[in-house]
C-alpha cells in the first residue's frame, strides 16, 4: 500500500476541479432519445444547473426547492435515459483564509434521484453514511455505484447500493486519492487516476476494485482523467509537466490500452488548456478540461496557439489557502485556443475551431448522434457562455451567457 493519502498540496490542487465535474461524468451509455427529437444538453451556471436544445430553444432552469441546499450539478443518467443522478452541496463551511481541506470536504453533500419525465425527486445513499462528504464518482449499474467519500481529509471509493448500504471498499484509505472514472463500454471495466505520492497513475480494474492493472505513470508525469474509446480498445487522459508547470494549465493528450499496453502521446509540446480558468476579478472559475471522444471514435481537445499565456497566474510561491491561488494578471495575456478533432490511430489533428487572440474554447463535446459540438467561449477575462456548432465548425452561434449573464460551463449533451 501507499503511505500517506492526506488531501497534499500536490493532489489537492486538481481535487476541487475534479470533484466539481465529477457529478457531470460517468453516464452508463445510455441512448434514450426518441428518434426525431432535439438533441439538448444540461450545463451549470451560478450555482445552478440549466437544461436546453442544440438550437437554443426550450432554455430552463431546474429548481428542486429543497431547503438548505446551495448548489445542483447533474451526474450519471440510469440506463432508461430518464432518470439522473444529481449532487447537491449544502452552504460551505467556509472562512477568510482557511485551508481548503478545513471547509470544502466538511461541507454535507446529497445524492438524489431526478426523474426528468415525471420531474420527481427522490435523496438516496443515506443508508449507513459514512461520512458527510459524498460525491457521484461512477454509476456501475442500475443498482450500484461508486461514490467518493472523505473522512479526516482522506478520499476512498465505496461501492454500494443506491440507497447507501452495503458499502463496500473499491480503493484502501492509504493508497491515495482516487478519481476521475469512466467505466467500459461493456461494464466490466474501470478506469481512473490515482493521486498518491509517487505522482497521478492511470489504472483500470473489475468493478470490485480488483485485478488492477497500471496503463501510465511516472513521477514527472501528472497523468490525469479516463475515458474509454467507444469501441473499448482505449483509454484517453491527459499528460501535464506539472513541475515545469506547477499551475496545470497546459497539457498532453494521451491514450494507452486497458490492458497497460500500447502508451501513446498524440499531441506535443503541452499544447492543450487543461486549468481552464475563466473570468476577472467580480467573478472568476475554472476546471479542468478534458479530452473526449466522439461517436466515431476520434478525440475533441482544445489545443492552443503558440506562446498562449492565461490572464490568471498561478502563483506557486506562495500558499494555496482558496485552491485558486492566481493573480489576475490581464495585461500579460496572450494568445487563445481552439477546438480540434485526433484520429488515435493515425495521430493526425484536424481543426475544427482555429485558436484567437483573446479568446478561449473548452469544455469541447460532441452530441451522440455526431452532428453537434457543444463548448464554452470565453474571452480574456470575461466568463465562459454556451456555444454549439457543426461538427465541422460551421453555423457556430452562442445559446446562453448563463443564469443573469453569470457565465455558462460544463455542457453535457443528454443520452
Not at 146 to 158: A, I, S, T
Not at 378 to 401: C, F, H, I, K, Q
Request: charged share 20%.
Amino acid at each position: 500500500m501507499l503511505p500517506g493519502a492526506m488531501l497534499s498540496p500536490f493532489p489537492r490542487r486538481r481535487f476541487a476541479m475534479a470533484l466539481a465535474t465529477a457529478a457531470m461524468a460517468g453516464a452508463t451509455g445510455c441512448r434514450h432519445r426518441m428518434a426525431g427529437s432535439k438533441p439538448r444538453m444540461f450545463f451549470t451556471s451560478d450555482g445552478r444547473t440549466g437544461l436546453v436544445h442544440a438550437d437554443g430553444s426550450g432554455l430552463r432552469w431546474l429548481d428542486f426547492k429543497v431547503p438548505g441546499q446551495a448548489t445542483w450539478q447533474p451526474g450519471p443518467f440510469l440506463s432508461d435515459g430518464r432518470r439522473v443522478v444529481f449532487l447537491s452541496m449544502e452552504p460551505r463551511r467556509d472562512g477568510p483564509g482557511r485551508p481548503f481541506e478545513e471547509y470544502y470536504t466538511q461541507t454535507p453533500t446529497h445524492l438524489w434521484i431526478h426523474d426528468l419525465d415525471a420531474g420527481t425527486l427522490e435523496e438516496i445513499a443515506t443508508r449507513d453514511r459514512l461520512a458527510v462528504f459524498y460525491t457521484p464518482a461512477l454509476l456501475l449499474s442500475d443498482s450500484r455505484i461508486l461514490v467518493q467519500v472523505v473522512r479526516n481529509r482522506v478520499g476512498q471509493l465505496f461501492s454500494m447500493n443506491l440507497d447507501g448500504s452495503d458499502a463496500r471498499e473499491f480503493t484502501k484509505p492509504d493508497e491515495g486519492l482516487p478519481y476521475g472514472l469512466s467505466l467500459s463500454p461493456d461494464g466490466r471495466r474501470v478506469a481512473f487516476h490515482l493521486a498518491s505520492p509517487r505522482g497521478y497513475e492511470i489504472w483500470t480494474c473489475d468493478t470490485e476494485g480488483r485485478d488492477r492493472i497500471r496503463v501510465a505513470g511516472h513521477p514527472e508525469h501528472l497523468y490525469f482523467g479516463t475515458s474509454w474509446s467507444p469501441d473499448g480498445r482505449w483509454i484517453v487522459f491527459q499528460d501535464c509537466l506539472h513541475r515545469q508547470d506547477p499551475g496545470h494549465d497546459w497539457s498532453d493528450v494521451c491514450v494507452g490500452r486497458p490492458d497497460g499496453s500500447g502508451h501513446e502521446v498524440l499531441t506535443r509540446g503541452q499544447s492543450l488548456w487543461f486549468a481552464a480558468t475563466y473570468g476577472g476579478p467580480a467573478g472568476r472559475g475554472g476546471g479542468s478540461n478534458m479530452p473526449m471522444w466522439t461517436p466515431d471514435g476520434s478525440i475533441l481537445c482544445c489545443p492552443r496557439s503558440p506562446e498562449a499565456r492565461v490572464p490568471w497566474e498561478f502563483q506557486a510561491a506562495r500558499p494555496d489557502i482558496d485552491h485558486f491561488n492566481r493573480d489576475f494578471l490581464p495585461e500579460r495575456a496572450r494568445g487563445g485556443t481552439g477546438i480540434s478533432r485526433i484520429n488515435p490511430a493515425t495521430g493526425v489533428s484536424t481543426p475544427i475551431h482555429e485558436p484567437r487572440e483573446g479568446v478561449w474554447l473548452c469544455r469541447a463535446t460532441a452530441s451522440s448522434d455526431g452532428h453537434h459540438l457543444a463548448y464554452c467561449r470565453a474571452e480574456t477575462g470575461g466568463m465562459p457562455s454556451l456555444w454549439v456548432s457543426d461538427m465541422d465548425g460551421r453555423n457556430a452561434r452562442m445559446l446562453t451567457a448563463g443564469h443573469m449573464g453569470r457565465g455558462a460551463d460544463h455542457p453535457r449533451w443528454l443520452p
